[in-house]
T-cell receptor, first 112, second 114 residues
């Protein structure tokens, strides 16, 4: 399976702390995306990092990509209770398709 | 906020019934997708379409079928629902052909088959 693995599976932190989630994948990718899902609803795209990029920022989000280790991390700084959600990495592999392969997800709980 | 809609949001139905889950988007996207997701688990692609009259099966085998007669509409049908079909079904769309851009998701339909 080409599916990505995420860790930790679940993470509980206090408001104001930073949260780091990791994603590992199996074969070469075109790009890697991170999505957020609030309590069983649809997913919302957060950030995309291309295979030739190493780091990307968007507001309080920082994503890194290490293609040699086939891994990515998502850092949320100064977390808020509203950040409580499941976070999924999703990979697009080679070829002309736009099919996403999702990771197993990290459930983040931010305590007020 | 993405302009992609799914109805119904929740459906509880008995075994053997035929059901259709609706998905519509007003963004003019060519690519549309159906995913299946069990609670707390990853998403699995079950169907996708690159445009009108184009449908393909995804990575997870599914007894459901789809159609794409209009760009904005991508319904999913189960001819005879079974308890094993109980899951959340998420529809998504994407704007660019052959490019690796983000997908926009609907709110999902939570299906329970009793």
């Amino acid at each position: 399976s080409q599916q990505g693995e995420e860790d930790p599976q679940a993470l509980s932190i206090q408001e104001g702390e930073n949260a780091t989630m990791n994603c590992s994948y199996k074969t070469s990718i075109n790009n890697l995306q991170w999505y957020r899902q609030n309590s069983g609803r649809g997913l919302v795209h957060l950030i995309l990092i291309r295979s030739n990029e190493r780091e990307k920022h968007s507001g309080r989000l920082r994503v890194t990509l290490d293609t040699s280790k086939k891994s990515s991390s998502l850092l949320i700084t100064a977390s808020r209770a509203a950040d409580t959600a499941s976070y999924f990495c999703a990979m697009i592999y080679g070829g002309a398709t736009n099919k996403l392969i999702f990771g197993t997800g990290t459930l983040l709980a931010v305590q007020p | 906020e993405a302009d992609i809609y799914q109805t119904p949001r929740y459906l509880v139905i008995g075994t053997g019934k035929k059901i259709t889950l609706e998905c519509s988007q007003t963004m003019g996207h060519d690519k549309m997708y159906w995913y299946q997701q069990d609670p707390g688990m990853e998403l699995h692609l079950i169907h996708y379409s690159y445009g009108v009259n184009s449908t393909e099966k995804g990575d997870l085998s599914s007894e459901s079928t789809v159609s794409r007669i209009r760009t904005e509409h991508f319904p999913l049908t189960l001819e005879s629902a079974r308890p094993s079909h109980t899951s959340q079904y998420l529809c998504a769309s994407s704007p660019y052909q052959g490019a690796s851009y983000e997908q926009y998701f609907g709110p999902g339909t939570r299906l329970t088959v009793t």
